[in-house]
């Protein structure tokens, strides 16, 4: 599915990373590791076309990611560190105007029905200035949930504010995905705990 091939990346005068080489096929994890600043996030920034490398390619179905552009971000699903929320709007509006802008159109049922499932019952009408950090979080994640999610799932440190119960959640979220077919490249400094079977890679920046 996906092809990192001589990835580089120079941000400044600093070298941060270079002549990266993996692949993420149908069920596979691909775990990042590295200290901070090591890259981490300007390579996930890098996998969903938001940054250019330095040098290298990242590769959809074989074709270079700016030459399928259309068709890669409707198979992607990219959920940064932080939580992005808009303070005025809904727990559930928040969540249709993420897949608004993926092009991925829901409505406020569709909404309600994944943030419920993501442990926040009731939540879908309440302002994101009143939810904690840890249920913010959850409304990004809700995102896994929905029907029109992609097949490619690339997190950025999705534990990040989660209790343990949240963190059991999104373990069997990821492993049900990668069971499902689906693949998914994330960064956490946290031990996964994913069902036996999974294809767990690790690349290390």
């Not at 963190?167 to 069902?195: F, V, Y």
Request: charged letters at 20%.
């Amino acid at each position: 599915m996906l092809e990192i091939h001589k990835l580089a990346c120079v941000r400044g005068s600093r070298l941060l990373f270079r002549q990266l080489n993996t692949d993420v096929k149908p069920g596979d994890l691909l775990r990042v590791t590295g200290s901070n600043g090591a890259g981490k996030t300007s390579l996930l920034r890098m996998l969903c076309g938001m940054l250019e490398p330095t040098s290298g390619e990242v590769r959809w179905q074989r074709e270079k990611i700016s030459h399928v552009r259309e068709e890669y971000a409707r198979s992607l699903l990219y959920i940064g560190h932080a939580a992005g929320l808009k303070d005025d709007l809904t727990a559930g509006e928040n969540l249709q105007v993420a897949e608004t802008l993926a092009g991925r159109s829901i409505t406020a049922a569709q909404a309600r029905t994944a943030l419920t499932s993501a442990g926040l019952p009731g939540r879908d009408m309440m302002p994101a200035r009143q939810l904690s950090q840890g249920q913010k979080k959850r409304v990004h994640l809700a995102r896994t949930i929905l029907p029109s999610a992609p097949v490619l799932w690339i997190l950025d440190e999705p534990f990040n504010a989660l209790d343990n119960l949240g963190c059991e959640w999104l373990s069997a979220r990821i492993s049900a995905h990668l069971k499902n077919g689906g693949s998914a490249i994330l960064t956490s400094h946290q031990p996964l705990s994913l069902e036996s079977g999974i294809t767990h890679k690790t690349l290390a920046l």
